[in-house]
Structures are given as C-alpha cells and as structure tokens.
C-alpha cells in the first residue's frame, strides 16, 4: 500500500462512525443500482430519442456506448482476476480501518480491490457521452465522482489508485469506442438493422440497458451458475 493510498484513506476514515445519516447516506448511494446505473440508463434513451438534426451521429455514438460497457466489464474482471490481489481498504488490517455505520466486517470479501469496476464502467459511458453532448459529459463526470467514486472510496470498498486506474481504463476504452472508424464498421451498420427489425432491435436495447443498470450483475449471477451447472454435470 503506498503513501498516497494510505493518506487519503486515513483522512476519510476519521468521519466514519460519526453519524449513521451520514455513513447510512453514502452506504445506500453505494449499493442502490437505480442512482448508479439506472441514472446513466436514463441518459441512453433520453437521448436516443431525442429530435435533434444530428440525431443519426448520436445513435451511432450511443450504439458504440452500449457495446464499450460490455469490453470494460469484461476487461475490469479479467484484469481483477489475473492482476496480484489486493485487499480492499476496509479488511485491510494494517490500516486499522473504521467501519462506516451500515457496513458489515464481511463485504466483498475475497473480492480483489484492483482495479474498480464500477470505475472501468462508468467512466467509458462518461467518456462516451462527451460524444454525445458535451454539457451531458460534465454532468456525467461530476455526478460520478460525488455518487460512484467518493463513496466506495470513503466506505473502504476501494483505494484511490483503484479509483483512478479503473478511471483510465475506463476512458480509453471509451475513447477507442467512439472513434468515427468504430462508428463506420459497427454502429452505422447495427443502426440499419434498427430501422430494418426495429421490434427486435429495441427488446435486446432494453436487455442490454437494464444490464447496464443492474452493473451487469444478473448477467454474472447467471453465467456464474451456468458454469456451476456445468461443473456438476463434468
């Protein structure tokens, strides 16, 4: 654990387990979907079917959005399961760590904290909205910051360079999405399939946005016990 992590951990910690309204406050931002993915799931189709004369740019960008969310979650847990493990903050015995009020000694545990996830997901869809508009982008960025970051942060779920790296990750990924030669070979044609099949077409957008959502967690649930099926059955 280096000095920048420890500081900024040990500064944070000295509130926790002051007020319950306070750490109860961050603990519900932490672990309610609907003010996290749901917000952003918001964005998606508020903009998509918003009249605009650059409306067909906006649904490419949006299209190249939705799939970057899947290579970041996939890139996130690969990197977190193939990287060294790293405890997370707040099982971290050296730190003498403080637990928030709402915060149980077991959570995540077996979990490695490098790098964020949740960093890795919402800053490609941040990066991908500044394509998009760039008052959206802002509002996104602020908004992850106060209600993504800052609380698993102060609850002891990740360090700030877990934060941060996930953060770069993240934006390049975000970056390489919305490149107008990804939005060429894949969006503009996924675009037409939309006009053409567009009742099949919108049934898999809203699959694939209630994923985005949910932080794709129903989807992990589910190839998690496919693979436990599988297993029982070799």
Known sequence: MNSFDSTIINFLNKFAHHSITIDNSFT????????????????IWWFWFENSDDQ??????????????????LLARILSV????????????????????????????????????????????VTGFFYITKKLGILAFIYTIIFIAFPRIYLGF????????????????GWAANQSIVCNKIS???????????????????LITYQIADLFNSSRLFLHSCMEILKSII
């Open 28 to 43: 519900f931002i932490a672990e309610n979907n609907l003010v996290k993915g749901g917000i952003f799931a918001i964005f």
């Open 56 to 73: 067909a740019d906006i649904r490419e960008h949006i299209i190249s959005i939705i799939l970057s969310c899947f290579i970041a979650m």
């Open 82 to 125: 193939s990287l060294p493990y790293r405890e997370r903050p707040l099982h971290e015995v050296a730190l003498n760590f403080v637990l928030p009020y709402g915060i149980k000694p077991t959570a995540l545990t077996n979990w490695s904290s490098f790098p964020s996830d949740h960093a890795v997901l919402f800053f490609t869809l």
């Open 158 to 173: 990740h360090y700030p360079t877990d934060i941060i790296c996930g953060a770069l990750i993240g934006i390049v990924i």
């Open 188 to 206: 503009r044609p996924i675009l037409k399939f939309s006009e053409k099949v567009p009742s099949l077409f919108y049934a898999l957008m809203f």
